[in-house]
């Protein structure tokens, strides 16, 4: 067993780190009030090739792995988690899910703009009524002359008001078993038709945009139907496997500030004439984080690894999202307890962290769904 990283994993985790310090650490408090990116910041990370990066050679990205890609998000998380989240989708919700789902044709038509940054994408699956229970969304998709014709609406998407190509899942069948009779279609925001509607005024995660995705009888040709029409949920589901290691790696980058944050705080901050850090109330809180971390990042690599293998590891990615996020929160918690007043304030980072940690146990699938996942697995 050899728990090193090879040397091009520490190459794209150190070209992370310098891009994170160079354009998101002094920009995230400005795109957080802003409730939005820059574009210069996007640009920065598709020039970096980080919207191209599990992406495979052949269609324009660099063909690199789940592993690859959950140490380029810790990095990208720990400084700015909305640019965090938008890469997590891009890459392992659209490009990641089109590479092992889609057409030669698709993959050859799709992904070489997803990789390059000209297009951004996003994953249209929850519903107002269809959030923890995704296989009873209601978005319809009619049989019409060579495609399909979709209505409906689409809530809580990641980037759905600057996206240029969209994943939605529609009924394709309604008579079908629950989590049947679903398609999955590509759908570009150039499409006649869909719109972006109502943006969410979030918690945390601002710089990222939340909105809404309106659905009014667009036309989606035949050959932008993913797979088989009435098998589209085990894709979403699939994807979200992959995607819950970038939520679990957004909360390895999370977590890691809030333990160096609070690190530097404690040996500055002096109280009763010494440095905070000496006392065991606020040392023992910094134990407990760093081991959390690790414990986690070992689970979150460990998931990522078996995924690279081709494995299915849907138990192991939903429990390295459960730990990890779980770990998150109690280090954000700490965080803000070990700065006391100045860390209730914006004066200090841990604020933010404490707001964007809060997500990660909700979206992907909330923090029981994952037990669920791994209940039934072992219970099978
Ligand atoms: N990969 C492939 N197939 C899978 C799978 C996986 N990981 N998990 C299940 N399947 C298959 C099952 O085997 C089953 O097929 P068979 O009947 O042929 O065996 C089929 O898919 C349906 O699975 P279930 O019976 O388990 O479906 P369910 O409806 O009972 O429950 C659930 C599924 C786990 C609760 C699921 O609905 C879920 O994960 N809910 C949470 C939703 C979620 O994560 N939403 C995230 C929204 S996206 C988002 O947040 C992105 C963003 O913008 C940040």
Redesign the pocket.
Known sequence: MDFSLEEEHEMIRDSAREYAERVLKPASTEWDRAEALSDEGLAAAAEAGFMGLTTPEENGGTGFGNLHSCLMLEEINRWDAGMG?TL??HNS?VCSLVARHGSEDQKGRWLPRLACGELLG??C??EPQA?????SIRCRAEKSDGGWTLKGTKS???SGDRAGLYVVYAVTDPDAK???GIGAFLVPASAEGVRAGKKEEKLGIRSST?TEVLLENVFVPETDVIGDPCEG???A??A??G?RLG?ASQALGIHRACLEDSLSYAKEREQFGKPIAEFQAIAWKLADMATSLDASRLLVHRAAWLRDQGE?C?KECSMAKLAASRACNEAAQDAVQIHGGAGYTTEFRVEKYFRDARITEI????TD?QR??IS?KLLR
């Open positions: 989240v997590s989708v919700l996003a994953y699956l929850t959030g923890s229970d995704a296989a809580w998407v990641t629950p989590g049947y939340t949920f085990k894709i589901l699939d979200l496997d995607g939520i299915i849907t979206y992907e699938g909330a769904i669920l996942v039934r």
